[in-house]
């Protein structure tokens, strides 16, 4: 497996995580009693990967010199 292809798959773990944090973010926000600590956290959790995902798709890009 070469670095591209590592970096592929990471990405594609991290996306799959943040997505599932959307999910979990509407569900809490859906119910009744929302506990608004621990969605700070999921939401604080889905901008770390983001940040990591941008870094990963950086990596990806080739240099373009301009």
């Known amino acids: ?3 591209q292809e590592i970096l ?3 990405l594609e773990r991290l996306n ?4 599932e944090l959307d999910v979990m973010i509407e569900k ?3 119910e009744n009693i929302v506990n608004q600590i621990a ?3 999921l939401k604080k959790r889905k901008l ?3 940040d990591q995902m941008l870094k990963l ?3 990806l890009l080739p240099d373009i010199i301009a």
């Open 57 to 59: 798709k950086s990596r």
């Open 1 to 3: 497996m070469d670095d």
């Open 8 to 10: 592929h798959n990471q």
């Open 48 to 50: 770390l990967l983001k």
């Open 16 to 19: 799959e995580e943040h997505r």
């Open 39 to 41: 969605v700070q956290r």
């Open 28 to 30: 809490m926000l859906g």
